[in-house]
């Protein structure tokens, strides 16, 4: 790995903890392509895991108490059946695919999320509400098995929802804590771990660190109105480098 790759690996890093510790999802679309091109193997995924789990590990106790608790539970169930999905599918089918797939799925969430802007709150107590949830915990879970990214389809429906920003930066981090643990997991025992991924993992610790001061001092700057056109933005952003990644691959 040259001097250039791994320069943009840490500037990435740092970017992608700032961006995510300020509104809790941004890591995987900003670093995960950087890091997968510097090692050029699914090992970029368990990267991607270990950091982001990092990320959240260090915010959760400082925001637990904004976490929307009955959103929340209906994710995680939704997760429980939704990670083992994704582990097969990183383990079976061309991630090309799932990226292109995984790409149409949030470009719809952006766009629900773009129309609830400014809207009422939905009943949350509706059984549809909570089926659409926890089919939304499902998504989330597969993505975090299959690509390490189970945040932007929950934050896409917590904007859809009109909830604070501190809430849906508070509950996606703690469903990270839940997710990546158990995607982490499950890497280690279905793929293995290598000692060079370890490695990696720990030498953009100093960026990753860096990157979640300044975005948490960052977050009391943002209003509620430009936090949640800021989620829509990086959502656009994550569905549109997965599609523009996934065509590149499955046309090469």
Do not use: C
């Amino acid at each position: 790995m040259d001097d250039v790759t791994l320069i943009a690996m840490h500037a990435a890093v740092f970017v992608a903890s700032l961006l995510q510790a300020a509104t809790g999802i941004g890591f995987g679309v900003i670093a995960g392509p950087i890091i997968l091109l510097a090692m050029n193997s699914g090992s970029a995924v368990q990267v991607t895991i270990i950091l982001s789990l990092m990320i959240a590990v260090f915010l959760v106790p400082s925001i637990h108490r904004a976490v929307d608790k009955a959103l929340l539970k209906r994710f995680l169930v939704g997760s429980v059946a939704g990670l083992p999905i994704g582990i097969a599918v990183f383990m079976a089918i061309s991630v090309d695919f799932l990226k292109l797939f995984a790409g149409l799925a949030v470009l719809f969430m952006a766009y629900s999320a773009s129309r609830s802007v400014g809207r009422a709150v939905y009943d949350l107590a509706d059984r549809g509400q909570r089926n659409r949830d926890i089919g939304i915990g499902v998504l989330s879970g597969a993505m975090s098995g299959s690509l390490a990214m189970p945040g932007p389809v929950v934050a896409a429906r917590m904007s859809a929802l009109a909830r604070p920003k501190d809430a849906v930066r508070a509950t996606v981090l703690m469903l990270f804590v839940y997710s990546y643990i158990a995607a982490f997991g499950f890497q280690w025992v279905l793929v293995g771990v290598a000692a060079d991924t370890l490695w990696l993992a720990a030498t953009l610790v100093p960026a990753t660190l860096v990157g979640i001061l300044l975005g948490r001092l960052s977050v009391a700057w943002i209003s509620e109105r430009v936090f949640r056109w800021l989620i829509i933005t990086v959502l656009i952003a994550t569905s549109l480098g997965l599609l523009v990644n996934a065509a590149i691959s499955l046309a090469g």
